[in-house]
């Protein structure tokens, strides 16, 4: 077998550079098609309309004053009368017309007659829910009843973390071109390869028939994997409209009613331990909604990181309400997880009169990895000015408080199945062609550093063709999982058509094929400059040929072969200042610490992080679907009242990367996940050290952090 | 009603009702697909163009409040192939992940600095914000619009 292995840290001319993204030109000039941008000749404009109410039964349903609009092309019903609808934003009906407006006046013309039937959106209060509620049975390891009276300290707890959005700029959507036998796919996804084949089943028509394209897309966070609803609506519009193109894109509300949502926790927790600081025993009733579908929480995860706890009982109910169900938000269940874990045992090592830090450092050993969450949590100490700043709980003086609080994160990110084509032209000139998407991570720019890397050839000399059905595949973009899968498969089919190269020139150096190198846009022989064919000169040898070879990486086999693993690990620190006269937190720095193994390029992995911990303080400080009670629909459904950290609000936010050489020997691991987990926790728990008392739910508004105070103080 | 827009620079007669948005006016009827939909509300920002040198929400903005003034898009900014120091700021800067809010960003940016040739950081966040980015690339904006700043100086 080729050797594919990555050149050593210190021979890396390309890869591990701080290289500014390739896409960055065409998307500050405003030259790049995002697929809401895509106009083809005689486009219309589709729009759906959608339920006003929570839970409702459809009694009629009349289209025909909207039919007879003109400029309306067609009208399609999705749910007829007698069927229920079960959440606010559920699609009843769609259209296109030749005019945005006009598509919008006739589906205000569309008359529904609805029976308004009993709803149910407050999953907080379980007591009511009935069978809405689905226990998932009860784990146990070891003896807690026995831990827990063995204990010297416990401490016990009710935390909640609620539900919140995606919130994607660009809204879930597509455009359709349904022609004859072709049908051309625009979607915003992160599922480029196989998105045309979901479609393609749903309008049942061959998969070979659907053309799939997407540039670029305007953030996705794990709601944007399937064709949707909407997509066949989309497609079936464009063929009832004589296959015309047609655009589908959710308006705001429908965006944060209908495309997804991070599920909510409600959790009542003891924790014991001994006098030492030791974790023995870990008890948690926990419950949790999604939507209709209910909440997951994969809760036998639980105390997240520290799961090696001797002790544990774990109990957890997934709750129905009428609201639109779940999809993968950023890390599915694992900011849930820390939270609610890190809150608890913050509270613990308070109730045990212990600083948190050596707390969450002593029990480290019940960790997998907890040589590398120990040094973590050392480096941010030390970034954070711990042992300098850190107070016991509640004894900060003066109204302005300040706290410290700790959150910690775990991840898989091992890359997906990839496919990768690599060719090399006699002109000289490279393609690499996947799959793939970039949802903003910089998929564009690692790939060709990769080829460049390999071919030694400067990044320009690379052409990356991505983000088609008609490229090989690639997985989708979730769980962290690209940069590991595509990465490998390029470094593959480089590696691949570069051996081929070295046949082909081997003769004229006078040296077997494996005794040569690309280095510098020359092919030589291994470690002599002297002897050597410029890249051009060596490629022209091709005659007529041109070389194409394929590499792929296979999740499943991938960690032996050495290039990628997976297994990522972080910390956060939050340092905040609480007004304790009107309640306001605010975040004065966030410190994230963070392995992911070898990094292709730091100046996006550390983008990558900036972000993650700002979705942190945006969860932790500001955002939450607000549902009536009493009307059954969500309050907030807009950017005005549904709130998102700002500019101003975020704070100082210091990124660590863990590039030690025994973390770059694991290879490549995904990082788009794990430093959005923790630091939720950290904000959560730094409140609790400044203010002395715990608040219980997330996003600490001032009004909760005033409730909190109040309580304590009565 | 017709309307006479001058958008970076060259005229355009468009055929719509006076209260049809000017975003719609710029990526329907214009092909300026720059500035973007996020929220339609004037929350996020996404759609920042200016007029007459000040930046406005384009989604709530009616075209006819456009009417005979100077519209500028992110697509008029870079001038002969050179980009403006705002966009060569967010380049070098890396202020921009998924770039859906980019153009809406530079624009609010570039209308700050107008105003404010050489603000304080504290000035930048005052003055960027309107504009909402969820992939959070907000540190790296400051440096770009400081970069930026510092760039028009010399």
Known sequence: ?714 | MAFEILVNGASHRVETDPETSLLSVLRNQLGLTGSKYGCGEGQCGACAVLIDGRAVRSCITPVKHAAGRHVTTIEGLARNGKLHPVQQGFLDADALQCGYCTPGMVMSAVALLAKDPHPTDAAIRRGMEGNVCRCGTYPRIVAAVRMASKGAAR
Not at chain 1, 30 to 43: M, Q, R, V, W
Not at chain 1, 356 to 371: A, H, M, Q, V, Y
Not at chain 1, 519 to 528: A, P, S, T
Not at chain 1, 699 to 708: D, F, G, I, S, Y
């Open chain 1, 1 to 714: 077998m080729p050797d594919y292995s990555w050149p050593p840290m210190e021979k890396r001319k390309v890869i591990g550079k701080r290289i500014s993204r390739l896409d960055g030109m065409v998307k500050s000039t405003g030259a790049a098609k995002y697929n809401s941008d895509i106009n083809p000749p005689g486009l219309l404009f589709g729009v759906l309309l959608t339920s006003p109410h929570g839970h409702a039964r459809i009694k009629s349903i009349d289209t025909s004053e909207a039919e007879r609009l003109p400029g309306v092309t067609a009208v399609r019903v999705i749910l007829g009368a007698g069927k229920e609808i079960q959440w606010q934003g559920q699609e009843i009906a769609s259209l296109a017309a030749v005019t945005e407006d006009i598509a919008r006046d006739a589906a205000r013309k569309i008359k529904v007659d609805y029976e308004i039937l009993e709803h149910f959106v407050d999953e907080e209060d379980l007591a009511k829910a009935g069978s809405r509620a689905k226990p998932a049975g009860e784990v146990t390891t070891g003896d807690p009843d026995k831990a827990f009276q063995e204990a010297d300290a416990i401490s016990q707890g009710y935390y909640a973390i609620p539900v919140i959005t995606h919130c994607c700029l660009e809204p879930h959507g597509q455009t359709v071109r349904w022609r004859g036998e072709r049908v051309d796919y625009w979607p915003s996804t992160q599922n480029v390869s196989a998105l045309g084949a979901e479609l393609a089943r749903s309008i049942k028509v061959p998969v070979t028939q659907v053309h799939t394209d997407m540039q670029y897309m305007g953030g996705g966070f794990g709601s944007k994997f399937p064709a949707d609803l909407w997509g066949t609506e989309c497609a079936e519009l464009s063929k009832a409209s004589g296959g015309r193109p047609v655009k589908m894109f959710l308006d705001r509300q429908q965006e944060l009613l209908m495309a997804g949502n991070r599920p909510s926790v409600f959790g009542e927790i003891k924790v014991g331990a001994k006098k030492d600081g030791s974790l023995t025993v870990w008890q948690s009733k926990t419950w949790a909604s999604g939507g209709l579908g209910g909440g997951n929480l994969n809760a036998d995860q639980m105390p997240y990181v520290y799961r090696n706890v001797p002790n544990r009982r774990i109990n957890h109910t997934a709750v129905s309400i009428n609201a639109g169900s779940a999809r993968a938000w950023r890390a599915p269940n694992n900011q849930q997880l820390s939270y609610i874990t890190c809150c608890a045992l913050d509270d613990l090592a308070a109730k045990l009169g212990m600083d948190s830090l050596d707390f969450f450092i002593k029990n480290t050993s019940l960790s997998p990895r907890g040589e590398v969450y120990k040094y973590q949590l050392e480096k941010g100490a030390e970034i954070a000015e711990w042992k300098k700043l850190w107070k016991p709980r509640g004894t900060s003086n003066g109204p302005i408080k300040r706290g410290l609080g700790i959150g910690v994160n775990m991840w898989g990110g091992l890359g997906h199945d990839s496919k990768c084509r690599a060719i090399i032209n006699p002109d000289g000139s490279v393609e690499v062609q996947i799959g793939t998407q970039d949802l903003g991570v910089g998929t564009r720019t690692i790939v060709p550093q990769v080829a460049a890397e390999t071919l030694g050839l400067p990044m320009p000399a690379i052409k990356f063709s991505m983000g088609s059905n008609a490229y090989p595949p690639s997985g989708a973009s979730g769980g962290s999982t690209t940069v590991g899968g595509v990465t490998a498969s390029t470094r593959k089919a480089t590696v691949n058509a570069l051996n081929k190269l070295f046949e082909v020139v081997a003769p004229s150096l006078g040296v077997p094929a494996d005794q040569l190198e690309a280095v510098d846009r020359k092919i030589q022989v291994k470690g002599n400059p002297a002897k050597s064919l410029s890249w051009q000169a060596a490629c022209a040898k091709l005659g007529v040929n041109r070389i194409e070879e394929m590499g792929e990486n296979v999740g499943r086999t991938a960690p032996r072969e050495g290039l990628i693993s997976q297994g990522a690990a972080g910390i956060q620190i939050a340092d905040v200042s609480v007004d304790i006269e009107t309640g306001k937190v605010k975040l004065n720095r966030l410190i994230a610490v963070q392995d992911c193994g070898l990094i292709v390029n730091p100046k996006l992995a550390e983008s990558q992080i900036f972000g993650a911990c700002i979705m942190s303080t945006c969860g932790a400080l500001y955002e939450e679907r607000v549902m009536d009670q009493q009307i059954g629909k969500t309050l907030n459904a807009d950017m005005e009242f549904y709130k998102l950290s700002g500019i101003n609000d975020i704070g100082e936010i210091i990124v660590h990367l863990d590039l030690r050489p025994e973390m770059d020997k694991r290879g490549v691991i995904g990082l788009g996940e794990p430093p959005a987990i923790g630091g939720i926790a950290a904000i959560a728990n730094a409140v609790a050290n400044a203010v002395g008392v715990r608040v219980h739910m997330v996003p600490l508004t001032p009004n909760r952090v005033l409730e909190a105070l109040a309580r304590r103080n009565a």
